[in-house]
């Protein structure tokens, strides 16, 4: 077996279930689940006439590489959502289609990382739990970033030292964040780009959260958006990750793309040829129709909209809790041990929510996600209404 399988953690929700396995709940409350971020709005429905119209290309094998219209589809999409030069992206050359992203990013690290040669991968802390298995399981040294309230919700891009920049092959980022719902900007993506140039590192950026947002005159800022403005048209060292899941409310579909680098890509294609994981057909013909549809979109923003008004009006005034730059995520304080209050939370109320301290690492010290709950807004207005009123009345009766 391979001896790095032990150096994994549990999942969150291994131990979030451990530590509601001790209570229960009141038989009398319903249960509201704001702890996994599954999208509850209902599918397009288009997209899924799509998905049984083209059934009848199961006789065929896809191409680990999707069809060229998928791909055109998604170039064209990053070009108009980023203002990408046109021509930039290439369809043939800087795109793949990816069965969801959750297996693309743990895909990638293994195949970027060079294990001979003290490899580290650094990763924002709190974080998705895939980027740290897919560095230890590619042999690599997981290096976590801090992301507090000093450092304005971003990583501790401050922290590294050149030593540890010199051995960095991969950095995971993820913006907007889970869980905090931090949007990079300009900026700081243009210092880390100028960083993975000077020390020849890739950066992969975790894009699945780009299409819910607040303003729809100022959509988050994506990777390779700052690197063409930078004029590296080439997008080196520079790739993201997007999918259908979160945009587009798909999380069964299990679509999504990587787009950037060329060079790195048919490195990634070469890998994902041997790791067998073709997308379906059926699925890339229901991807191009999602892709090719903003309307929809835009109907799930303003969804989310509606619950961050509402559940905020209900929190703030019990609760340390802001409205994210984006994302459907509350990252809450706790008034005692997010553990405990999630378990006793989920006792008296029926609610669950995630303890910050299990999405993060003790780093010098520091869990980052102690003393925070990650609520995701993903049930219905309703239901999202009836679980701020709950944990309100919890707050208060502390």
Known sequence: MNPELEHLHPYPFEKLNAIKAEVAPPAGLAHIALSIGEPKHAAPHFVAEALISHLHGL???PLTKGSSELRVSISQWLGLRFALPEGSIDAERHVIPVNGTREALFAFAQAVVDRTSQPVVMMPNPFYQIYEGAAILAGAEPLYLNTTDETGMAPDFAAISEA????????????????????????????????????????????????????????????????????????????????????????????????????????????RTYHG??????????????????????????????????????????????????????????????????????????????????????????????????????????????????IKDFVQNL
């Not at 309307?295 to 340390?320: G, T």
């Not at 006792?347 to 996600?369: E, F, H, I, M, W």
């Not at 049930?379 to 009123?389: F, G, K, R, S």
Request: with cysteine; charged share 20%.
């Open 277 to 390: 994981c073709a997308m379906p057909p059926a699925v890339q013909s229901a991807s191009i129709t999602a892709w090719d549809d903003e309307a929809h979109v835009k109907k799930n923003r303003d969804l989310y909209r509606q619950k961050f008004e509402a559940v905020l009006a209900i929190l703030a005034p019990v609760m340390e809790v802001e409205k994210p730059d984006a994302g459907f995520y509350l990252w809450a304080k706790t008034p005692i041990d997010d553990a405990l209050f999630a378990q006793q939370l989920f006792a008296q109320k029926n609610v669950t929510v995630l303890p910050g301290q299990y999405l993060s690492r003790q780093v010098d010290g520091c869990n980052p996600g102690q003393g925070r709950v990650r609520m995701a807004l993903v049930a219905t207005l309703e239901e999202c209404v009836e679980a701020a009123e709950r």
């Open 59 to 61: 006789s065929s094998y």
């Open 164 to 271: 540890q920049w010199q051995r960095c092959q991969l950095l995971y980022i993820c913006s907007p964040g889970n869980p905090t719902g931090k949007v990079l900007g300009r900026n700081t993506l243009k210092m880390l780009i100028e960083k993975s140039l000077q020390y020849d590192f890739i950066i992969a950026s975790d894009e699945c959260y780009s299409e819910i947002y607040f303003d729809e005159a100022e959509p988050p800022v994506g990777l390779l958006q700052v690197a063409a403005e930078m004029g590296q048209q080439d997008y080196k060292n520079c790739v993201v990750f997007h999918s259908l899941s979160k945009r587009s409310n798909l999380p069964g579909l299990r679509s999504g793309f990587v787009a950037g680098d060329a060079g790195v890509l048919k490195k990634f294609l070469l890998y």
